[in-house]
């Protein structure tokens, strides 16, 4: 036999938990709206890009010979979105991956759909600061266009959160998607499941290394 | 009351259980034990056997990278594994291949064909058509300290330090060989999954140098030097490994 008081702590309960669910439903709604503003906002912000000044940025461009990163200097106009900046040095970097005398060739003219950054839980930044987590969003072009081998993905992995870091000091985590979806592998051997911590980059221990090829 | 006739009943049933595990409760028939034997002992009892784990990576729907001249690499890696087997079962070193055939074999399997056999050192053979010469990978893992249970997804970690030793190995008979190596860490399925001393070895071309001449990756005469070089290596890593 179920009491009255019970009968009206469940009922109160379930209406606590409708209450709820339409809440996080309405969170969850509101957050995808601003995620989709900013998605909209990010090419003009790319855009206005040409009307500011050049700063120096620094890029580490891969060497699939000798499997090294070697550190470039170069200025270049900057937007003033951190994620259209972000977005913009990736892309430069993309573009000395073009270039004909290029030791690690990818010919794609646009490999990053977006970049955006997340905070990383306390407790989970193995660099003990408060660091952000860039999420780097591929386009499917550019793993085509990816030379497949350990070697050749890795360095693209290593270019790019070394790069990030440089330029963006607070980046201590990476995580790659591509078109905006997890995938397994970059083309076929680099992890891209896991989430890779920034200063992983110097560990391409022949040539000249990254973190000494200032 | 009928939770308060279930609560008593577990009551009456852990008190119970407590009794049997006291010095108090009567001694009942039990089977034989199984004497306890510290695993240093058991291990002393038959001799380890060296064995090496050769994983020639892709296979089936998983083609991996496409050649210059368009072969496959898995077909390539399975052409150098089944060579390297053949190499060391010459030099008197016993050798389990994950596959002998093109056929798809997910990560996971190859982890725990790798694991089941308890290998003294495997590696994944991998082909790639840009760069020079021989990659030698590593996981990329931070080493930590053997422990009795390693988390699946980091198992390598507990052989981190062993597997550069055998990375150093490899590397040390490839550079006698001149072939030119170079050496890293990365994030590769399976190899973090794997509790054995792991090195993937990846084959790129060999670019002409001041020292070598250029060769495709197909090339059988380089596929051999580089075999030979990976077998010497291996060699001296069972007398180490036995003086361990």
């Keep these: ?47 206005d890009t040409a009307r500011s000044a050049p700063k120096p940025v620094t890029l580490y461009v891969p060497n699939d010979l000798d499997d090294s990163l070697t550190a470039v200097e170069k200025s270049i106009p900057l937007p003033e979105d951190r994620n259209a900046q972000a977005r913009v040095i990736l892309e430069t970097l993309i573009e000395a991956y073009r270039t004909p005398d290029s030791r690690h060739p990818i010919n794609v003219a646009s ?4 970049v955006y950054f997340l905070p990383v839980p306390s407790g989970k930044d193995a660099t003990g600061g408060n660091g952000q987590m860039a999420v780097i969003d591929f386009s499917g072009a550019l793993t085509q266009a ?43 051997h680099a992890d891209l499941t896991r989430t890779y911590l920034a200063s992983e980059s110097p560990q391409v221990q022949s040539g000249t290394p990254a973190g000494a090829a200032q | 009351m009928r939770w308060i006739e279930t609560a008593f009943a577990l009551g009456i049933a852990a008190a119970a259980g407590i009794l049997q595990q006291s010095p108090l409760a009567p001694q009942l028939p039990q089977a034989p034990a199984v004497p306890s ?51 060391l079962h010459a030099r008197g070193i016993d050798v389990v291949v994950t596959r002998t055939g093109d056929v798809n074999l997910p990560p996971l399997n190859r982890a725990e064909a790798a694991n089941h056999a308890q290998g003294a050192a495997c590696l994944v053979i991998h082909a790639t058509a840009t760069g020079s010469g021989v990659h030698l990978f590593t996981s990329s893992l931070a080493a ?44 590769v399925q399976p190899m973090d999954s794997v509790a054995c001393p792991e090195v993937a070895v990846e084959m790129a071309p060999l670019v002409a140098g001041h020292v070598t001449g250029g060769k495709p990756v197909t090339d059988p005469s380089y596929q051999k030097q580089v075999v030979d070089a990976v077998a010497a290596a291996l060699e001296q890593w069972r007398s180490d490994w036995r003086q361990e």
């Design chain 1, 1 to 47: 036999m179920i009491s009255r008081a019970q009968k009206y702590l469940f009922f109160a309960m379930l209406l606590v938990c409708v209450g709820m669910a339409a809440f996080l439903i309405r969170l969850r709604n509101r957050a995808q709206d601003r995620l989709q503003a900013q998605g909209r906002s990010a090419p003009a912000d790319i855009a």
């Design chain 1, 111 to 114: 490999g990053i759909a977006d």
């Design chain 1, 146 to 188: 990816q030379p497949s081998g350990i070697e050749p993905e890795t360095l693209t992995l290593l270019s790019m959160m070394a790069t990030l870091h440089a330029n963006l000091p607070a980046v201590t985590q990476v995580h790659f998607l591509v078109d905006g979806q997890p995938r397994e592998t970059l083309a076929g």
């Design chain 2, 37 to 87: 034997v510290p695993a240093p002992l058991m291990q002393s009892a038959q001799p380890p056997r060296f064995l090496v784990v050769v994983d020639a990576a892709h296979g089936g729907n998983d083609t991996g990278a496409r050649m210059g001249d368009g072969v496959l690499e898995k077909d390539l890696t399975l052409g150098i594994a089944g060579r390297l087997r053949s190499t």
């Design chain 2, 144 to 187: 930590t300290g053997n422990t009795r249970f390693l988390p699946w997804q980091t198992a390598q970690s507990a052989y981190v330090t062993q597997s550069l030793k055998l990375e150093s190995e490899i590397d040390s008979a490839l550079a006698h060989a001149e072939i030119p190596v170079s050496l890293g860490r990365a994030s």
